[in-house]
């Protein structure tokens, strides 16, 4: 980002962090250098991004284009107003694009109203006066904006335009909070905005290379709904990261490329999802490593996978430790992920706050030396020493450090900042937020999220919220018996492949799951005709439903699944001397939980078999064979099924009839006598 000067022009601006701007190029090669931009970045063809119906306009040279680009040429001139970037999603801030796009800021919004006000009294060196109604605030704040002969007086676009841009200011602690942007107002209040073009790994790798810090931390964000389908392969090799620790006590700990040191984490969100209680969740962990393992491939079965972190933002679950951690190491601290994996609220959980009690010395990392960013060297010459006693300058000083940057700039070092925006909406962040603390210790970015499936565009619109579990199901126990298949509204078919097997089914998704005939499910989901069980796919989805794969129940869960033959409670029994065996496995459906499979098989039938593979199997379809996958069972009936009491299921007992008979005898009697 830049900081405004008379001869600053729109064209300075990383067009590809902003690409609403591209509506005000007057110039047809420039745009074009624009779009190469916004293409390295984000990894599309120049053809898709010139045919975007926002980006069209950018080839238009027409007058009333060019007298725009001049409004908004003489509002980069004036002393800035609001904050460079939204600190919801971190758009820059714009002003000329519709008000669903990220960015924006409506000028009749109470807060941008009450932000501009004190933020004129504070540029005026004026005491701030509390008004009680909007007009005094909008009447100062359009004496204070205005200061050139000829513009308008009232609070229109216009004046917000002349408000963009500029340095960040040192607002002092608590007094003005930074107002969110017009998209993120709609997310929060009304679910609904624009979405946003997901970044490649590419332009990650490029963001985090241009970090300020000699020493980074990159926090793989994992969902706990999908385990591990939003693990991102091959992240450590792109992103240049220093290998996982192998076991041998010889390997290394400490490893420098290039100047730097990078570090991974693995952090599984929102386990909240897996299990009632906290204890249940730890006693997980040995499983959650282990599938960890098996999605980094047999390559690091021999690494350590000690920085594997379970935590819940909505219940505080290991949220303390990570906020710890974060705080000891300083330095850059990037959250990495898909979209919709918890970033945003993990974020907003684990950001050190406060900071001034948290230690004697602000200034000090994780292994006790100075954390100085590393543009404080490049920009003043002078010495190393100087540049680390140097500890107030915690922004780059100098324009052209930063004017092709990926990275917009921090947000103001406050003791409590404004945290992005937490919506269950995919691509919510739509450009990294830069939130320093410690007094320049460190900063925790949270980048805009990886591209996690299309599923939701099979969907109708009005159900793709739906796809998003937000608490933890309590699934209900289904019996798929041979001829029938289980219908997950009508998006996926999971049919089993054995005709004498019985298998019981426990969607933890939150959709409508339902048990019928395989004729009637085939027919449901390619929507040959019409029927009474709820869908939410589209019309036109049935043609495109394929096999997603053939899955086998091949993990044995009879010593689990048992019950009290094999507790050592009661039966005791060994699972060798049982006449049958328990297989099970969970089939993953992407962005939206998981099912359950089990099966009983009897051994005599499994010994009498020829197949290389006599375990029962599943057919499973989707929406052109996507969003399917398959992981070792976690056995999470068995953790949060519902509860059976004594009571439970026992109906209000029948009222006796034997003092109502004597009654009606002895009425009877009466009557004759």
């Known amino acids: 980002m830049l900081r405004p000067t008379s001869e600053t022009s729109v064209w300075q601006i990383p067009n590809f962090l902003c690409p609403f701007l591209e509506r005000i190029a007057p110039n047809p090669h420039r745009a074009r250098h624009s779009l190469l931009c916004y293409r390295r970045v984000f990894g599309r063809s120049l053809s898709s991004i010139a045919s975007a119906p926002e980006l069209q306009l950018a080839f238009q040279d027409s007058q009333a284009t060019l007298q725009r680009k001049a409004e908004y040429s003489v509002a980069f001139s004036r002393p800035p107003r609001l904050p460079q970037s939204c600190p919801g999603c971190g758009a820059p801030t714009q002003g000329l694009s519709t008000e669903e796009h990220a960015g924006y800021y409506n000028p009749s919004h109470k807060s941008v109203k009450s932000y501009v006000a004190q933020i004129s009294q504070l540029y005026n060196d004026t005491p701030l006066v509390e008004h009680t109604t909007s007009e005094h605030v909008v009447g100062q704040a359009g004496d204070s904006i205005q200061r050139e002969p000829g513009l308008e007086t009232n609070f229109d676009a216009m004046t917000v335009g002349r408000a963009m841009g500029g340095i960040n200011v040192g607002i002092p602690e608590g007094e003005v909070p930074l107002p969110s942007c017009n998209r993120c107002h709609l997310l929060l209040h009304h679910s609904s905005g624009a979405s946003i073009v997901n970044p490649t790994l590419q332009s990650i790798q490029q963001m985090i290379i241009e970090s300020p810090y000699s020493y980074n931390h990159i926090y793989h964000v994992l969902d706990a709904a999908d385990f591990p389908l939003s693990f991102v392969p091959q992240l450590q090799r792109r992103l240049d990261l220093m290998p996982q620790r192998s076991q041998n006590r010889r390997s290394k700990t400490r490893v420098f490329h290039q100047g730097r040191r990078s570090e991974i984490s693995f952090i599984i969100t929102r386990s909240d999802l897996l299990a009632p209680q906290k204890e249940q969740v730890d ?3 040995p499983y959650l490593v282990q599938v960890l393992r098996d999605a980094l491939g047999s390559s690091v079965k021999d690494v350590r996978l000690g920085n594997v972190r379970c935590v819940s933002a909505k219940r505080g679950w290991w949220t303390k430790q990570v906020k710890e951690e974060i705080w000891d190491r300083g330095g850059g601290g990037w959250m990495v992920g898909k979209v919709n994996v918890g970033k945003s609220n993990l974020f907003e959980s684990v950001f050190p706050k406060g900071g001034q009690e948290r230690s004697r010395d602000l200034n000090l990392g994780h292994d006790g030396t100075l954390r100085t960013p590393a543009y404080q060297d490049a920009a003043y010459p ?3 020493s100087k540049a680390k006693a140097s500890v107030h300058n915690k922004h780059p000083p100098s324009d052209n450090a930063v004017e092709s940057s990926l990275l917009p700039p921090p947000q103001p070092l406050q003791r409590f900042p404004t945290m992005p925006t937490i919506s269950h909406f995919p691509g919510t962040t739509a450009s990294p937020i830069r939130v320093p603390f410690g007094n320049g210790k460190g900063e925790l970015i949270d980048l805009p999220g990886l591209s996690r499936g299309s599923l939701e565009d099979h969907v109708v619109e009005h159900h793709r919220s739906d796809l998003v579990m937000r608490q933890r199901i309590k699934p209900e126990q289904l019996v798929i018996k041979p001829g029938q298949s289980l219908l997950i509204s009508g998006l996926i078919r999971i049919t089993p492949t054995k005709p004498n097997v019985t298998v019981l089914a426990h969607p933890f998704v939150p959709l409508a799951s339902h048990v019928t005939s395989t004729e009637k499910a085939i027919t449901i989901s390619k929507q040959t005709q019409p029927s009474g069980i709820p869908t939410i796919a589209k019309p036109g989805v049935g043609s495109k439903m394929a096999m997603a794969g053939s899955f086998h129940l091949q993990w044995d869960v009879t010593k689990q699944r048992a019950g009290p033959l094999t507790s050592p409670t009661a039966g005791g029994l060994s699972t060798k001397v049982l006449p049958f065996v328990i297989f099970s496995t969970d089939i993953l459906i992407e962005g939206c939980g998981w099912v359950e499979l089990v099966a ?33 069972p976690m056995n999470g009936w068995l953790l949060g099924r519902p509860r059976v009491s004594s009571t439970s299921g026992r109906k209000r007992p029948r009222r006796s009839m034997k003092g109502v008979k004597k009654a009606m005898k002895l009425a009877k009697r009466n009557s004759s006598a």
């Open 600 to 632: 009983q098989v009897r051994k005599r039938d499994l010994e009498s078999t020829n197949d290389s593979k006599p375990f029962p199997g599943v057919d499973v379809w989707s929406p052109n064979g996507d969003y399917v996958a398959e992981r070792r």
């Open 382 to 384: 002078q010495s190393r």
């Open 283 to 285: 006693a997980l962990m």
